[in-house]
C-alpha cells in the first residue's frame, strides 16, 4: 500500500479553474492549436509562462500519480540539482518536465548505481487535452537525449506510483526496467544510457 501524496490539491490547474475560471480562461483564450504532427521542445519557463504551465494538469483518474507544476516549480527553485523546462507543441505549452541532475554537484551523488552520477526522472506530465497526440513519447525522447550529454551520467531513473493509470508501460517502451527498489513507496525504474 503506498502512502498518500500530501500535494496540496489547490495548486493543481483543476482547482484553480473551479475557484477562479476567469483567471483559467485569460490564460488559456490563446491556446495554440496543436496537431499530433506539431513539433515537441523544452523551454525554460518564464515569467511569461509559468502561469499557463502552473494551469496544466493531468486528467481525471491521474491526480496523485505527479505532483502539480506549481509545486514542482517551487520546489526546483530551491534545489541546485533540478533542471526543469515546460513542453511545447509548437508554440503551445503542453506539459512539464523536472530532471534531479547529480551531474551538477557529482561530490553529492547519493551511492546508487556504482556511485556514478545519474539524471532523475522527477517530474513529467501533458496536460489532460493534449494526452494521446505523441507529445509525451517525444518530450521523454528529448529528456533522454538531454540525459546523454551530461558528463559522467550512466543511468538515467524514474519512479512511479504503483496505483492504477500508472506510466509504467510507457516508460517500458523507452527501455525502462524496475530495479526491484522501492523508494518512499514508489517502484524504481532505470534506463542505461551507455
Not at 507544476?69 to 533540478?82: E, G, K, L, M
Not at 551523488?109 to 489532460?128: C, K, N, Q, S
Amino acid at each position: 500500500m503506498t502512502r498518500p501524496i500530501p500535494w496540496p490539491a489547490a495548486l493543481s490547474g483543476t482547482f484553480i479553474y473551479a475557484l477562479r475560471p476567469d483567471l483559467f480562461e485569460k490564460h488559456t483564450m490563446n491556446m495554440k492549436p496543436v496537431t499530433r504532427e506539431s513539433v515537441v521542445s523544452l523551454r525554460e519557463i518564464t515569467q511569461d509562462s509559468v502561469l499557463v504551465v502552473s494551469l496544466l494538469d493531468v486528467g481525471p483518474g491521474q491526480d496523485n500519480l505527479v505532483a502539480p507544476n506549481a509545486f514542482s516549480i517551487a520546489q526546483a527553485t530551491v534545489n541546485p540539482n533540478a533542471w526543469y523546462r515546460a513542453v511545447y507543441a509548437d508554440e503551445q505549452p503542453v506539459g512539464f518536465a523536472m530532471l534531479d541532475d547529480w551531474s551538477i554537484a557529482p561530490a553529492r551523488t547519493p551511492e546508487l548505481f556504482e556511485g556514478a552520477p545519474y539524471v532523475g526522472l522527477w517530474r513529467f506530465m501533458i496536460d489532460h487535452r493534449y494526452q494521446q497526440h505523441g507529445f509525451g513519447a517525444q518530450a521523454l525522447r528529448c529528456l533522454i537525449a538531454h540525459a546523454r550529454t551530461r558528463p559522467g551520467v550512466k543511468h538515467m531513473v524514474l519512479s512511479f506510483v504503483p496505483k492504477e493509470n500508472n506510466p509504467e508501460p510507457f516508460y517500458a517502451r523507452f527501455g525502462f526496467e524496475r530495479t526491484g527498489e522501492v523508494d518512499d513507496g514508489e517502484v524504481v525504474m532505470r534506463l542505461k544510457l551507455d
